[in-house]
């Protein structure tokens, strides 16, 4: 029987990359307006919460993640007013607002990095960020790369040189210095004044670096951001000063009634890493993100499944689960795509939602959108200028809501979407699933929603039943999930007490006799 339980230990968060959700204004790019509009579909989709990725003030070199002032709402999103509409109607509808903190870097549009420029070496401006003097024969200080392809350093006119390990336009903070500290602890308190029930924190593993700023060696210099990100013996991830701050952050987010919480965007090579983020004193929350990298493959999802548990029960974590976000391919695209890839990809995520913990859905998900074709000439991701990969444009293509033309509902006809969407996204709409029993939409709503029924009976533990090896069956009391990752049919009625079908991913009939299809997920429940 469960544990008394905190609201995010279960939670089903869903994603908004706020550029790509809704337009409301027709200048083809998503804002919160356009965010407050749908939340009613969101309510009904029965998730608990939303993460919006960010809107505040920044040139957008970097989709938000290069961020100019910490404590206001870009102009292209809205004004502070539209946030604060925004979260009142979430709240009015019983979902938590989720908002995303980027501590590793600002925009070098912030006022500090400005300032920084305008000052000499060796000034307190400057120690605000990593700046550095070149070596002897005019080469940047060390060999970093960036994540975002090329050097990960910059040189300014009077000869120094400054880190950025994702885009030249993002200067990486130096954390060793307090005043960065400080002013990360106001613009928390900021948003938690304003009533946000949680943060996602942006590259919470590159923080600090390791001390001398060391060479990598030179095999280590990968290029694309999905090496880049996941390869983690680096000086510049993981370092133990993360730890502190998080500690820090704690304190802060636990001086706020309402059970607040914040979850780690933190890319580390073992789920023991990752377990170190949610120790008792640190976050709630950090995303698993072997569980994204596993392959469809049933001993695949058997060992993430396990290690995360073997790592975060011994913290007293919950697990966090996440399948797709907008930096990485669409599962539905990363299983396969077409026809096998979605049903994989709807496979996959019953298994997710039956598993303890929390999980995150990302925005279109729930549609069964595949990664976008996006033409060379339309893509906008700095990690394609930069040459690292055709880049991240395909996961973040605009919703379409309605309508059999783009911009399909997500902004007023007419409106061009600031990336294009497919002419096959017609038969994806909101409005083409919905009431369709055999749609993804619809499946979702009946997977969050048995979920959240049966959710008072489920424990935290989780057992694998044996079967065949290229199934996974796994047994939460009542429940039990089985996914056939394998080639032929698996007979369901071969399991000792498999109880009732509650939900099939595939044709229920057949499932109901007994028949599991490949590619396909069946909940049964006593
Ligand atoms: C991770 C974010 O998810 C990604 O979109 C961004 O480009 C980098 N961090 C840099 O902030």
New binding site residues.
Partial sequence: MPDSRLWWQDAVCYQIYVRSFADSDGDGVGDLAGITSRLPYLADLGVDAVWL?PFYTSPQA??G?DVADYRDVDPLFGRLDDFDAMLAAAHDLGLRVIVDV?P??SSSAHAWFEAALAARPGTPERARYLFRDGRDNGTPPNNWQS?FGGPAWTQVPDGQWYLHL?DAT?PDFDWDNPEVGDEFESVLRFWLDRGVDGFRI??AHGLFKEPGLPDVEAEQNVGGIDEAMSELDRPYWDQPGVHDVYRRWHDVIASYPGDRMAVA?AWVSSAESMARYVRPDELQQAFNFHWLEAEWSADEFRRVVDETFAAVDPVGAAATWVLS???VDRHVSRFGGGSVGLARARAATAMMLALPGSAYVYAGEELGLPQADVPAEARQDPTWRRGAGIG?DGCRVPMPWSGTASPYGFGPDGATPWLPQPDSWAALSVEAQQGDEASTLELYRRLIATRRELLPQLGRRVAFVDTRDDVVALRRDGLICVVNCGDEVFDLTALADPGKLVVATGHTADVRNGSLPPDTAAWLHA
């Fill in positions: 990725t970097d989709h993640y980027v590793n870097h994540v994702f993002q942006d590259v965007e976000n907008h930096d991240r």
